[in-house]
């Protein structure tokens, strides 16, 4: 029999970041995926009206765009642990072994290390929802910039192609961002129409090093307090 | 077995309206929920890329905040058919008559008349996704304004208690708007946690008609134009 799952998805209209939640149906543990600190009493708010026990406030990678809600979460909900990646380098509760799922309750959680937004990336992979959620590596018909914080569009290209395209064509991947209003995509679709991804690593490079995008706005401070996973209260 | 369904949710930030593409995962027969005009490329481009036969344009109601869409839609797919409910009093090519489901591909959709905030409001119910599209009656733990075109707080509390909270608890809900970036919601949620809804019917009709909410900014152009389902290439 399949596995109850609670899933939810949200949004933070500033600076375009979907947060997640996923959840056991059973035994209401539960995690939340990239909260921005403006949006926590929502999060908050929702977290305890589907009456879950958050576990976990896991960061896909150091965001530069925003402040992460983890740090404010660990205040409202103290049994709660940070998240990051092992290869962050950074400030957290727990770091993400590679090797190991994540037991939430009956649902289980694994992990992809995928750099090349920035060095310590991952993409949380969920068999139960038939999901992946991508951080900044793979984003809807286009993907993260690699132009500071240890970008690499090689590493990039890497990444994606060798462990989100490889995972079933059906499974929807859920990205750390979109600012076009399109909540979701597949892995089949991204393969055949991501501008960017369909193309050859060579043009990839090409591509990426030559986007001459601003310098985040938020980059210096939010990154600052993102190393140590949020605002310590 | 189940039937394999195309299903997709899209955000427009300026009006935070939702739209809906439904598709048959067999025959590639679609319809459209609520697009909005300055949209049209992107949601064309999604039908497209999906491979989707678009065969409806549904607006749920007459729209008081933004235009339409699905004229500009049947530019682009000269098939598609407007719609609308039968209570609308407006142009459409096609009227939804609520005892009969729609069939597009192998997949149904029923539709209950769901009036409060407008006359010919209605709601969408597709029993393969679970899920209904309530427009602008139910709005994630809010609901529509009941104070212009032919609004009323007593029928809007009926609509939604006979036709919306009467559907199986895990049924999810898709409103045509959210402001606060939350993305859906379900039936038992809104049941438990609705703060105009909980309340007895007196209470609801006196919280409705103290909203004092500012007349909605594009309303004369926008209804004139959604009267005939869009803007008339």
């Known amino acids: ?3 109850a799952v609670v899933f939810r998805q949200f949004f933070e209209k500033e600076t375009s970041t979907y947060t997640y939640i996923i959840g056991c149906g059973k035994t209401r543990n539960s995690i939340i995926i ?4 403006e949006t ?3 999060d908050a708010k929702y977290i305890n009206e589907l009456d879950l026990n958050l576990l976990y406030g896991i960061n896909t990678h150091i965001h530069a765009d925003h402040i992460t809600g983890t740090g404010a979460l660990k205040k409202k909900f103290p ?7 092992s290869f962050s380098k950074a400030k957290a509760d727990f770091y993400i072994n590679f090797e190991k799922k994540l037991q939430i309750g009956e649902i289980k959680l694994s992990f992809k290390s995928t750099p090349g937004h920035t060095e310590s990336c991952m993409t949380i992979i969920s068999e139960d929802l038939e999901s992946a959620f991508t951080g900044d590596a793979l984003l809807i018909r286009s993907c993260g910039r690699t132009d500071f914080q240890g970008g690499s569009p090689e590493k990039l290209y890497h990444s994606i192609h060798e462990n989100i395209f490889t995972l079933p064509n059906h499974y929807k991947l859920y990205p750390a961002h979109d600012y076009n209003g399109v909540i979701n995509t597949t892995v089949e679709e991204e393969k055949k129409y991501n501008p960017r991804l369909t193309q050859n690593k060579e043009n990839f490079i090409e591509i990426m090093n030559n986007l001459n995008l601003p310098y985040p706005k938020k980059i210096d401070k ?4 993102n190393m140590k996973c949020g605002i310590d209260f």
């Open 222 to 225: 939010a990154i600052l307090i």
């Open 1 to 3: 029999m399949k596995k």
């Open 79 to 85: 049994s709660m642990k940070s998240v990051l990646s």
């Open 40 to 42: 926590v009493e929502r």
């Open 34 to 37: 990239d909260p921005v600190l």
